[in-house]
């Protein structure tokens, strides 16, 4: 059982800048694919960014070039750096692992998830 703790949130204003952190309680955290998704008020789960095993970072569109994932496996812990910030981030983010293949997405790939930070973008 991998338990994911976020800290990180809060508010900040359009254009700003927020550096999520999600601390794993497993040994083998590097033999998880990390991801990161954010669910925002009457909207489904979004992923937003995840990185592999090997270090290698995907993101959708949304959030491309503004968001960026990186893990320290010596500190069992995933960031996501996020810039240029816009209302329309604002959302809870949670942090999730995942044995999937490949690069997984969905949320149904991911087998365990922190409670989330709340990210909150003023306009």
Do not use: H
Request: proline share 4%; charged share 20%; with cysteine.
């Amino acid at each position: 059982q991998v338990q994911l703790v976020e800290s990180g949130g809060g508010l900040v204003q359009a254009g700003g800048s927020l550096r999520l952190s999600c601390a794993a309680s497993e040994r083998s955290f590097s033999m998880y694919i990390m991801g990161w998704f954010r669910r925002a008020p009457g909207k489904e789960r979004e992923f937003v960014a995840g990185i592999t095993r090997s270090g290698i970072t995907y993101y959708p569109d949304s959030v491309k070039g503004r968001f960026t994932i990186s893990r320290d496996n010596a500190q069992n812990t995933v960031y996501l750096q996020m810039n240029s910030l816009k209302p329309e981030d604002t959302a809870v983010y949670l942090c999730a692992a995942s044995r999937a293949p490949g690069r997984p997405v969905g949320q149904y790939e991911y087998e365990y998830w922190g409670q989330g930070t709340q990210v909150t973008v003023s306009s």
